[in-house]
Structure formats: C-alpha cells, structure tokens
C-alpha cells in the first residue's frame, strides 16, 4: 500500500521554470499548492545516482528533508540499445554545457554507426517523497525506434530522432499534447497520480 499524499503544500525538486508548472497542470484536480525548489532557494544535489530510480530519489528526498516540505522529483533520459543503454543517465550530459541537443543527436547517430538495432527508450523515474526520507517512485518506459537524420521542429532534447512505437512520426514531429498524453513522464506520473493522489 503507498502513501497517500494528505494535501497542502508540495515542492517540486527542480530548478526548471517549466518543470514546475507542468507539475502544477497535472497536479491542479487535486488539493496541492505547488512550489518550486527555486522559491525555496534549495541548493541542487550532484545527480551521483546510477539509475533514473536512484537520481529521482536522491533529488526528492534532499529537498524533502531540506524544506520539511514533501517533494517531487523526476529524472528521464534516452537508452540505446546499440549502445548499451547510453546516454541513459547522461541524456542531458551528452549535450555539453551549451546544452546542445543538435550534437548529442549526431554522437548518438555516430556510435550506432550502421548498427541494424535502431531500437532506445525513454525513461522517467518519479520520486515523491516526505521529510522523514519515505518515498514512493514511480517509472514510466515508452520503447521506439531512432532515425537519421533527425526530422521535425516540435519538441526538445532527443525527440527528432525518436519514433514512438506503432507510429511513424518522430516526436519531433508530433503535436505537444499528443506527445503529453503518451510519453514517459505520462506513464510515470499516472502511475503517481493513482498510487498516491487519488482518493
Ligand atoms: P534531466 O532533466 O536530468 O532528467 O535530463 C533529462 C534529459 O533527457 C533531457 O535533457 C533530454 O536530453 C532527455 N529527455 C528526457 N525526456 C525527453 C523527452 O521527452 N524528449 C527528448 N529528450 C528527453
């Protein structure tokens, strides 16, 4: 049985503007006033974790027990199975500092090289968790195929390169909502919402 989140307020562990106003969207059905680790001016943790799992909880439960507030966290990425499941936890690393997403698309293209195996997935791990260290995570795994060159506008990180399973679109070229309704994060945070949200 997982705990239930009993209402008030709940910071949201990123430092990311967007972030915490998706979280807030999602969230609004329910009795939850939404902060972000900005407004709270709570330090960012190193992301030391090796799995999605591992770097959501690290970052919910520093800010939980930080703030004394309960906290969400997520951590996503794309896995290649060519390559072992890289980027994987590096998704966002692989992009530099400059946050280059055109270069990470073309690395990852140049390590799979002719490799037939086309085939990665998303991940998202949410973590909610409470200031004495409880958490409850959640993951969420959407599986499709890569393409090169990358193809579409929409989006952001790996998504021009990425083709959801049964489609043949790449994400980069599917509507944001659509994206919303089937991606990674949707898995993971209807899995959330049931487990510790709903009545
Ligand atoms: P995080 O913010 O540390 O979890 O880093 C996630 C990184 O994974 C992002 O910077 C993107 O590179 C990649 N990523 C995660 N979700 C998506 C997605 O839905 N589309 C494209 N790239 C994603």
Not at 59 to 70: D, E, Q
């Amino acid at each position: 049985m997982s705990r239930k989140f009993e209402g008030g307020k709940l910071v949201v562990a990123s430092h990311n503007a967007g972030k915490a106003r998706e979280i807030r969207e999602l969230l609004s059905a329910y009795n939850v006033e939404v902060l972000s680790a900005t407004d709270l001016n709570l330090p960012e943790p190193e992301e030391t974790g090796l799995t999605f799992i591992a770097n959501a909880e690290l970052k919910a439960r520093a800010a939980a027990t930080t703030s004394g507030i309960v906290a969400l966290a997520d951590d996503s990425g794309m896995s290649v199975n060519a390559l072992n499941g890289a980027p994987g936890i590096y998704s966002a690393r692989w992009a530099g500092p400059n946050k280059d997403f055109a270069f990470a698309m073309q690395r990852v293209a140049d390590e799979m090289g002719n490799n037939p195996d086309r085939r990665a997935q998303f991940n998202c791990a949410l973590s909610l968790c409470w200031p004495d260290g409880h958490c409850e995570t959640f993951e969420g795994v959407l599986q499709g195929q890569l393409v090169t060159p990358p193809r579409g506008l929409k989006g952001f990180g790996y998504d021009p390169m990425f083709i959801p399973e049964g489609d043949i679109r790449t994400f980069g070229e599917i509507a944001h909502d659509e994206k919303q309704r089937m991606s990674h994060r949707a898995i993971a945070f209807h899995k959330l919402v049931a487990a510790c949200f709903a009545p």
